[in-house]
């Protein structure tokens, strides 16, 4: 059976800018090293970046590349994954969001500690479906091996096999 063309085509492009995001993304951690050790303020082409409650804008930016690109890893994971634990990957993307929303913000002071206690409500509903959603399939998992067992115990007892 084989791949219509247009399925084919947009499966490479996907593929193609997975990994072309997934190759660059150790350089959004050096990006940081661009911007001056030493101004609270940076003139680029795209405007004017404050450092805010940084102490420079290379600390500003070393903070937002990092939760960035952490950002960017973990929803790709999470967007690709088959597996039934996918949305456990939901509460690192939850914090790291938090996280970057605290950089972006400029008026408030940077911590991470606190995101912690901001992203909870959002964490635990995430947490007790996986829980759940574990114990459904531990549950369910001994019970079909022992229905397989008791069914091949009943093949052999009809079959010649006695």
Same mark, same amino acid.
């Given at each position: 059976?084989?791949?219509? $063309?247009?399925d084919r085509r #947009?499966n490479?492009?996907? !593929?193609?800018? *997975?990994?072309? *995001?997934?190759?660059?993304?150790?350089?959004l %951690?050096?990006? &940081?090293k661009?911007?001056?050790?030493d101004q609270?303020?940076?003139?680029?082409?795209?405007? =004017?970046?404050?450092?805010?409650?940084?102490?420079n804008?290379?600390s500003l *930016?070393?903070a937002?590349? =990092?939760?960035? =690109?952490f950002?960017?890893?973990t !929803?790709i994971?999470?967007? =690709?994954?088959k597996?039934?634990?996918?949305?456990?990957?939901l509460?690192?993307?939850t914090?790291?969001?938090? $996280?970057?929303?605290?950089?972006i913000s400029?008026?408030? #002071? &940077?911590m991470?500690?606190?995101d %912690?206690?901001?992203s909870?409500?959002?964490i635990l509903?995430?947490?007790? *479906?996986?829980?759940y959603?574990? &114990?459904r399939?531990?549950?369910?998992?001994? #019970?079909?091996?022992?229905?397989d067992?008791?069914?091949e115990?009943?093949?052999?007892m009809f079959?010649d096999k006695?």
């Amino acid at each position: 059976m084989s791949i219509p $063309q247009p399925d084919r085509r #947009k499966n490479l492009i996907k !593929g193609a800018i *997975l990994s072309l *995001l997934l190759i660059t993304s150790p350089f959004l %951690f050096y990006v &940081y090293k661009f911007a001056p050790a030493d101004q609270t303020n940076w003139d680029t082409f795209l405007g =004017t970046l404050e450092s805010g409650s940084f102490s420079n804008v290379q600390s500003l *930016l070393h903070a937002l590349f =990092t939760k960035i =690109t952490f950002v960017l890893l973990t !929803g790709i994971w999470f967007l =690709t994954s088959k597996n039934w634990w996918r949305f456990a990957i939901l509460v690192p993307f939850t914090m790291f969001l938090f $996280q970057l929303s605290g950089v972006i913000s400029y008026k408030i #002071k &940077y911590m991470d500690e606190y995101d %912690f206690w901001d992203s909870l409500p959002f964490i635990l509903p995430i947490v007790f *479906l996986v829980i759940y959603i574990s &114990y459904r399939l531990s549950v369910r998992s001994p #019970k079909s091996s022992l229905d397989d067992e008791a069914n091949e115990e009943v093949r052999n007892m009809f079959s010649d096999k006695l």
